[in-house]
């Protein structure tokens, strides 16, 4: 069982809402991820904190804004998504660094209607 | 660019053989690791191999690395019905910064009872 846990499991919003995407790990970790999966694809990086800080954004759109509040917490917070970013959003964690295991929570389902 | 590209990209196989999944990769990496997804799951990581290592084993697992040709084999043996998931390769690119994994297309295996 993974010790990443993420919130909620499905979430329906609409592309004026505002809603977020929540990630918990309590594994001394002090790096922490976002990724996104489409369907039938492999996951693509969005963000990666280390140390509570941004240290990757792979250009991520501004209507995706992460927040890392704490070393054991990963939010995504979500406004005026598209249709097109509907996808299964995971969050990781790891030993900061390099070369260490990346460990994934079971993913959050965002629907955008 | 995908850093990582794996084939086949799917295989079927019967309760008791051995499954072969390869991973091909462009650039200088750190170290690969390889994951498992069950459908609509989240990743399970199942080994990691440091780009100085050659082979390393993990129960029914068997994955190598050679860094010459760069690509890598992942050999689950003696398959089981439960073994049926798409299996990712992931590199961990040594231009890259740290902690950006770049996974492969993944290969959807099927073992059938």
């Known amino acids: 069982d993974t010790e990443v846990t993420q919130t909620p499991k499905h979430l329906v919003m609409g592309m004026t809402n505002k809603k977020s995407l929540k990630c918990e790990q309590h594994?001394?970790?002090?790096?922490m991820y976002w990724y996104k999966q489409k369907a039938k694809k492999p996951p693509e990086l969005m963000f990666v904190?280390?140390?509570?800080?941004?240290?990757i954004n792979e250009s991520v759109p501004s209507r995706f804004s992460p927040e890392c509040p704490n070393s054991s917490l990963l939010n995504l917070h979500l406004h005026a998504l598209q249709p097109e970013d509907s996808a299964l959003y995971l969050c990781?964690?790891?030993?900061?660094?390099?070369?260490?295991?990346?460990?994934f929570g079971e993913g959050s389902w965002l629907t955008v209607v | 660019s995908q850093q990582g590209e794996e084939d086949p990209q799917a295989l079927s196989i019967q309760e008791g053989e051995n499954a072969t999944m390869n991973c091909s990769y462009k650039?200088?990496?750190?170290?690969l690791q390889w994951y498992r997804q069950n459908s609509g799951r989240g990743l399970v990581h199942l080994i990691l191999?440091?780009?100085?290592?050659r082979e390393k084993h993990s129960g029914r697992l068997r994955v190598t690395l050679d860094t010459s040709k760069k690509s890598s084999s992942l050999l689950i043996t003696a398959s089981r019905a439960a073994d049926t998931a798409s299996y990712f390769c992931?590199?961990?690119?040594?231009?890259?910064?740290?902690?950006?994994?770049?996974f492969g297309q993944g290969t959807e295996l099927s073992v059938k009872p």
């Open positions: 990781a964690s790891s030993r900061a660094g390099r070369g260490n295991t990346i460990y």
């Open positions: 594994m001394g970790h002090r790096a």
């Open positions: 904190y280390s140390y509570e800080k941004l240290s």
């Open positions: 650039t200088s990496i750190n170290n």
């Open positions: 191999i440091r780009s100085n290592e």
């Open positions: 992931a590199t961990d690119a040594s231009k890259n910064q740290g902690g950006k994994l770049i």
